[in-house]
Nanobody, 125 residues
Framework: QVQLVESGGGLVQAGGSLRLSCAAS????????LAWFRQVSGKEREFVSA????????WYTDSVKGRFTISRDNAKNTVYLQMNNLKPEDTAVYYC??????????????????WGQGTQVTVSS
């Protein structure tokens, strides 16, 4: 099991940037794949991006490709989501997630067992 704590959310105007952080503890961080999901109230939680444990293969949902970048710093046990050119439709609670038993399909929410508490991102038009 891994404990995850997100930070970095906030209010930003359209076109602006934010960097989310997810600090992990409880397992060897370098062996853990990690992902970001987001959820709008009343809607299902959706995949945003993921990064493998090594050597850092990344995946993105189509709507954020070219705008968001996921990265990890294994020395700091932290994964980041750099979000540029934010749009109002990016407004959501963003969650960090980790699987316990490997990762067959990084887009599949059912692959993930451990979740952070979420951080709110609000993009104004």
């Amino acid at each position: 099991q891994v404990q995850l704590v997100e930070s970095g959310g906030g209010l930003v105007q359209a076109g602006g940037s934010l960097r989310l952080s997810c600090a992990a503890s409880g397992r060897t961080f370098s062996s853990v794949a990690l992902a970001w999901f987001r959820q709008v109230s009343g809607k299902e939680r959706e995949f945003v991006s993921a990064i493998s444990w090594s050597p850092g293969t990344t995946w993105y949902t189509d709507s954020v490709k070219g705008r968001f970048t996921i990265s990890r710093d294994n020395a700091k046990n932290t994964v980041y989501l750099q979000m540029n050119n934010l749009k109002p439709e990016d407004t959501a609670v963003y969650y960090c997630a980790a699987p316990r038993y490997g990762l067959a399909d990084p887009h599949d929410i059912n692959e993930y067992d451990d979740w952070g508490q979420g951080t709110q991102v609000t993009v104004s038009s």
